[in-house]
């Protein structure tokens, strides 16, 4: 969920990315996919549904890393909070996930959250709260 202000922009991938993640911001190494593609965990979503879909990295990606950015979003102010939650899949495999905040005006980008070194199969939740007064990415 991208939530800015009063507006909510769900997420779920059944039909297509979304607003907030257009397939020009998917760089290589990820796929659209749900539990059901034979390709390993997860075999199912956050719910426990192996039909719905999700975004996962290829298991033939052959760099360590992959990038996915969001659209442009609006600076946040008192009344327009930015709140993006998003669930991540920690696998048996060793690796950190990294959210970093690109300003517009900058080409640099801060890391905002991350997490790393946790083995184990097993979906996790998260809420990163941005605040921004100039537009940025995620």
């Known amino acids: 969920c991208f939530n800015s202000g009063s507006s909510c922009e769900k997420c779920d991938f059944e039909t297509n990315l979304c607003k907030a993640l257009q397939e020009s911001n998917l ?6 996919r749900n539990g059901q593609s034979a390709m390993g965990p997860p075999y199912s979503d956050h719910n426990g549904n192996d039909s719905a879909y999700f975004l996962s990295l290829s298991s033939e990606m052959r760099s360590s890393s992959a990038t996915l950015r969001t659209n442009v979003f609006l600076p946040t102010d008192k009344e327009h909070v930015c709140q993006i939650t998003f669930h991540y899949w920690i696998s048996q495999m060793s690796g950190t996930l990294v959210v970093g905040l690109q300003k517009l005006s900058e080409d640099t980008i801060t890391n905002i959250w991350q997490v790393s070194g946790e083995l184990q199969d097993q ?11 100039e537009k940025y990415k995620v």
């Open 27 to 32: 760089q290589p190494g990820w796929i659209r």
């Open 123 to 133: 979906w996790k939740a998260n809420t990163i709260t941005i605040n921004s007064t």
